[in-house]
């Protein structure tokens, strides 16, 4: 009934050999099976990659997905919340839910964007939180993070195959928003809405009563996209008919990851064929492509997109720093001030790395003095 041809199917699922590169992946091949059990979907190629685009080398799918890792770091289904918008959480309990994806990865920002992110979603009914981070190691303070907000969420570590690193274009967050996909399918989540939301967006609370009837796929503008600084379907008579958008570059949809949700019923009838691929810039594309999309389907949000309601903001990204440590001191050292805790904060959440070699020396202040740090220790 459809009419799309070409549409390739890169499989999703990912049987678990972890790369063999380094120590720490070993005890990773237990966890990962004892996880993920039997539960994930693996599906082998039944198309093959198409060649739109400059910037792809295409590496063989089938070698790349049997080396994705993925391990479910900890999965948290109680919503701890007494009152949502000032109603009691009951009042909610019949809506759909919306499966909330955020790709991350360790920066000296992802903490602090992720208490953001964290406290915008406190406010919303109804709501899972698949965070995927870009590690091969579960970051445990990720966890005591994503406890602290109260809402049900599934922390994954899911990290990009180093052979993606290396392109001149690296699809980033694709292997973390394959993994959610595989959770979702695995898990049998096929009812409710499923919504990409990157860490560093900004999100109106109104968009997710937008988006949480959404009976197939729907869309809205994203604002801070591209030259037009939007990204939009174009609308008339209430459908959307094409879109508004600076880099169009062949895409049949050409929409930006946080510009639609997909009902999960609906994802669920090409749960075997829905893919993402490792292709920086045709994510949203081809996986709409993977759901055989058709343009009449596609629902209007925002008013007949006539506002925004998520921005694409981005944090101006800052190399953590290497602060030196003096010799007399590691960061488990015991210490009578609070510099040492904090030192061990600073370096378990990202945002410094501490070191006894090069980078920059740290020093206090007594009474307009410098002293060296050692000595407030
Ligand atoms: C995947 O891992 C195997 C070893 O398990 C290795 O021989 C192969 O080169 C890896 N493939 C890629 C694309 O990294
Ligand atoms: C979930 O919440 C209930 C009631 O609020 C509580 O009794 C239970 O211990 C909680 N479970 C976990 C795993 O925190
Ligand atoms: C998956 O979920 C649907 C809807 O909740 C249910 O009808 C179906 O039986 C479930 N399938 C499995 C295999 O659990
Ligand atoms: C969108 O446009 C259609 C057709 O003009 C109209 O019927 C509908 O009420 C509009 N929806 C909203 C939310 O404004």
Known sequence: MKTHSKVPFLPLGSPMNPPKNSSVFANKVAKVGLC??????????????ASIG????????????????????????????QYIQDRPR??????PTIYFVTPTYPRREQMPELIRLGHTLMHVPKIHWIVADDVYQCNVHLDSLLMEFGIPFTHISSPMNNIYRHLKNVPRGVANRR???????SNNKSEGVLYFGDDDNTFHLRLFSEIRHTKVVSMFPVGLIGNYAVSSPVVREGKVIGFLDS?????????????????????????????????????????LRSLNLRLEEVEPKASNCTEILVYHTQTKKTKSPDIILPHSITLSSPS????????????????SHFTSSKGVKPEVSYKGKKLPVASVY
């Open 247 to 287: 880099w169009i570059a062949g895409r049949e949809w050409a929409v930006d990851m946080a510009g639609f949700a997909v009902n999960l019923e609906y994802l669920f009838r090409y749960k075997n064929q829905v893919t993402m691929p490792y292709k920086a810039g045709y994510e949203e594309d081809m996986f």
């Open 54 to 81: 400059p910037d792809y080398s295409p590496i063989p799918v089938e070698q790349a997905n049997s080396n994705d890792t993925i391990t479910i770091c900890k999965e948290y289904y109680n919503d701890t919340r």
């Open 336 to 351: 009578k001030s609070n510099i040492a805790h904090l030192f061990r904060f600073m370096e378990n959440s990202g945002v």
């Open 90 to 95: 009951s009042d909610y309990e019949d809506l």
């Open 179 to 185: 993994a959610a996909l595989n959770w979702i399918k």
């Open 36 to 49: 993920l059990i039997a539960g994930l979907f693996t599906v082998y190629v039944i198309g093959t990659t």
